[in-house]
């Protein structure tokens, strides 16, 4: 009955934006903790941003810091990942994902729902 389902990616240059977004459904979204998770060809899923269930704590990979941020509106049972500065690097399959937990989480076993995922290309 939980479904997430990621938007906004897309092809974009170096030094280019992109706001992604991810819409919940069939839970109590402000519960539960968020996490953006990327899995670039041949690597692994890695998680890049998460945020507690109020918004009120995020935290970052050391590799994306500075350059996304993460945020949510609980009223509208959404979460964004507002990426600036992209590099060729940030190119993956970007994921959202929900536990079970209220606080944030850091390990991928401890997400229990995630989207189909959204393609992020960055240009050279």
């Known amino acids: 009955q939980v479904q997430l389902v990621e938007s906004g990616g897309g092809l974009v240059q170096a030094g280019g934006s992109l706001r992604l977004s991810c819409a919940a459904s069939g839970h109590t979204f402000s519960s539960f903790a968020v996490g953006w998770f990327r899995q670039a060809p041949g690597k692994e899923r890695e998680l890049a941003a998460s945020?507690?269930?109020?918004?009120?704590?995020?935290g970052y990979a050391d590799s994306v810091k500075g350059r996304f941020t993460i945020s949510r509106d609980n009223a509208k049972n959404t979460v964004y990942l507002q990426m600036n500065s992209l590099k060729p690097e940030d190119t993956a399959v970007y994921y959202c994902a929900t536990t079970k937990y209220g606080t944030m989480r850091t390990d991928l076993y401890q997400y229990d729902y995630w989207g189909q995922g959204t393609q992020v290309t960055v240009s050279s």
């Open positions: 945020i507690s269930g109020s918004g009120r704590t995020t």
